[in-house]
């Protein structure tokens, strides 16, 4: 089984600043990377896939990027609507699996 | 509009079944591959179960295997998750999930949970 490792758990962070959130693979997966952005009592948003492709409805200044066994993604500006949990999910090989998430807080 | 609606969660004892469903509306369900994925309350996300869009193809998380059963009826456009022999550790929020356009194994669309709760 691949084990998804996310970091940091928590993110404080300002509005309007940047945050980058990391997924590390524990054997390639090559590109085939999603994240989800959960917010409280909801379920989860497709938010990436392929690694680097925004799902509709999310805006540019979301991205994903690597291959392989790291990977990125970074948010250009918090805005209040951006405060959730969000995974990383690698579908190369099954199982399929989730890293532990991290949670993007108000600083 | 892309819609999944489950249902059937409860609360059920230790070494008991529970069939959850899921019905899908706003996209061709006959098409895609379709997920089964968990959420034990204020944890993290586990993937379930898959079935391929004609059925052919199931598979499980070693956690469940041998005790759950993903199905899909084509005539009564739903999706079913069959929990038998449930144990504390499978109380958790079911999502039903679709399977993405481009690729089947991750998902692009989720239901809003049901919760199972395994507890005597």
């Known amino acids: 089984e691949i084990v998804m490792t996310q970091s940091p758990a928590t993110l404080s962070v300002s509005p309007g600043e940047r945050a980058t959130l990391s997924c590390r693979a524990s054997?390639?997966?090559?590109?085939?990377l999603a994240w989800y952005q959960q917010k409280p009592g909801q379920a989860p948003r497709l938010l990436i896939y392929?690694?680097?492709t925004r799902a509709t409805g999310f805006p540019a200044r979301f991205s994903g990027r690597g291959s392989g066994t790291e990977f990125t993604l970074t948010i250009s500006s918090l805005q209040s609507e951006d405060f959730a949990v969000y995974y990383c999910?690698?579908?190369?090989?099954?199982?399929?699996?989730f890293g532990g998430g991290t949670k993007v807080e108000i600083k | 509009e892309v819609q999944l609606v489950e249902s059937g969660g409860v609360v059920v004892q230790p070494g008991g079944s529970l069939r959850l469903s899921c019905a899908p509306s706003?996209?061709?369900?006959?098409?895609?591959?379709m997920h089964w994925v968990r959420q034990a309350p204020g944890k993290g996300l586990e993937w379930v179960s898959l079935?391929?869009?004609?059925?052919?193809?199931?598979y499980y998380a070693d956690s469940v295997k041998g005790r759950f059963t993903i199905s899909r009826d084509k005539s009564k456009n739903s999706l079913y998750l069959q929990m038998n022999s449930l144990r504390t550790e499978d109380t958790a929020f079911y999502y039903c999930?679709?399977?993405?356009?481009?690729?089947?194994?991750?998902?692009?669309?989720w239901g809003q949970g049901t919760l199972v709760t395994v507890s005597s």
């Open positions: 079935i391929s869009w004609d059925g052919s193809s199931p």
């Open positions: 999910l690698q579908y190369n090989t099954w199982p399929f699996t």
């Open positions: 706003g996209f061709t369900f006959d098409d895609y591959t």
């Open positions: 054997q390639s997966v090559s590109s085939n």
């Open positions: 392929g690694a680097s």
């Open positions: 999930a679709k399977g993405g356009s481009t690729d089947p194994y991750y998902f692009d669309f």
